[in-house]
């Protein structure tokens, strides 16, 4: 794509709930369909789309309004060196998972934070936010290994340079990048599953309020959503694909399940995405 710059995907540094791993591919294949100068994520999470894509344009901007999400991508970005510092001598222990879930992150220093929630992310069954629980892993080594970790977090700090991270509520974020030339990615919590992430973060009405301003915004959106009657309700004046995807919950894996990708893009610029 024009003025777009080819870059080498990463995977994330630790599992997310909602993470997108298996379905990133499609929605990256959409994402270089649009023609945009800045690239933007409301909801980025722990980047399961952002560190994946392979072309970024002139600007990138981050957000996330989990205060985890935002202080780790900054101290990563910027305090590479002191944070593997606090990160060497780790291990995986039940006890230790226990002690840094029992703490309150308010109290900590960012660079504490920081290091206390990828721990948590990468020790907690299934990437959970909410009600975390130490994962076991009979066949495999332990979850946290720094050593191996090392490397991928070196790359997403490389990664990480003069990209924009903003620590917002997603209407406010959305308003103050909206540019004709913004594409935004969103990844909001899936409908009826968005205490998963915490409640103060994301609503039921959130939703609608989400489908008001993206109507109204003067860049373009690609937005993915679990496919519900009360989502293609909510969103029906936009364009929807529905794509299939697997859900993996506890060990067992509901293959074909469908996801939508909905969007305000041109059919001349997104020609994978039609109305539904």
Same mark, same amino acid.
């Given at each position: 794509?024009?003025?777009?710059?080819?870059? @080498?995907?990463?995977?994330?540094?630790?599992?997310?709930?909602?993470?997108?791993?298996?379905?990133?591919?499609?929605?990256?294949?959409?994402?270089?369909?649009? &023609?945009?100068?800045?690239?933007?994520? &409301?909801?980025v999470?722990?980047?399961?789309?952002?560190l994946?894509?392979?072309?970024?344009?002139?600007?990138?901007?981050?957000?996330?309004?989990?205060?985890?999400?935002?202080?780790?991508f900054?101290?990563?970005?910027?305090?590479?060196a002191?944070?593997?510092?606090?990160?060497?001598?780790?291990? *995986?222990?039940?006890?230790?998972?226990?002690?840094?879930?029992?703490?309150? &992150?308010?109290?900590? *220093? #960012?660079?504490?934070?920081a290091?206390?929630?990828?721990?948590?992310?990468? *020790?907690?069954?299934?990437?959970?936010?909410?009600?975390?629980?130490?994962?076991?892993?009979?066949?495999? &080594?332990?979850?946290?290994?720094?050593?191996?970790?090392?490397?991928?977090?070196?790359?997403?700090?490389?990664?990480?340079?003069?990209v924009? !991270?903003?620590?917002?509520?997603?209407?406010?974020f959305i308003?103050?990048?909206d540019?004709?030339? @913004?594409?935004?990615?969103? #990844?909001p919590?899936?409908y009826?599953?968005? #205490?998963?992430?915490?409640?103060?973060?994301?609503?039921?009405? #959130?939703?609608?309020?989400?489908?008001?301003q993206?109507? @109204?915004?003067?860049?373009?959106?690609?937005?993915?959503?679990?496919?519900?009657?009360?989502?293609?309700? !909510?969103?029906?004046?936009?364009?929807?694909e529905?794509?299939? *995807?697997?859900?993996?919950?506890?060990?067992?894996?509901?293959?074909?399940?469908?996801?939508?990708? !909905?969007?305000?893009?041109?059919?001349?610029?997104?020609?994978? !995405?039609?109305?539904?």
């Open positions: 794509m024009t003025n777009h710059t080819n870059v @080498t995907p990463i995977r994330p540094a630790a599992p997310y709930i909602g993470g997108k791993r298996l379905l990133a591919a499609e929605i990256i294949k959409r994402i270089n369909q649009v &023609p945009h100068v800045t690239y933007a994520e &409301p909801f999470g722990m980047g399961g789309v952002f994946r894509r392979d072309q970024v344009p002139q600007a990138e901007v981050i957000n996330d309004l989990s205060g985890d999400v935002a202080t780790f900054r101290i990563l970005q910027r305090h590479y002191h944070f593997m510092e606090m990160l060497k001598f780790q291990l *995986t222990s039940r006890r230790e998972f226990e002690r840094l879930r029992a703490a309150n &992150p308010s109290t900590l *220093t #960012d660079l504490e934070r290091a206390r929630f990828l721990y948590l992310q990468r *020790t907690a069954f299934g990437g959970q936010r909410t009600n975390q629980a130490f994962g076991v892993e009979t066949k495999r &080594p332990g979850r946290f290994n720094v050593i191996k970790l090392g490397p991928l977090l070196e790359d997403l700090h490389e990664r990480l340079a003069g924009i !991270i903003e620590n917002l509520d997603y209407s406010a308003k103050r990048y540019r004709e030339a @913004t594409l935004f990615y969103l #990844d919590p899936y009826g599953v968005e #205490d998963y992430y915490g409640r103060e973060l994301f609503s039921r009405e #959130d939703f609608e309020k989400l489908a008001t993206l109507a @109204t915004i003067k860049g373009k959106f690609i937005l993915s959503l679990n496919d519900t009657p009360e989502v293609r309700h !909510i969103f029906q004046a936009f364009a929807i529905e794509v299939s *995807t697997v859900y993996t919950a506890a060990r067992t894996k509901a293959v074909g399940a469908r996801e939508l990708l !909905i969007s305000n893009c041109w059919a001349d610029f997104c020609p994978a !995405i039609k109305a539904a």
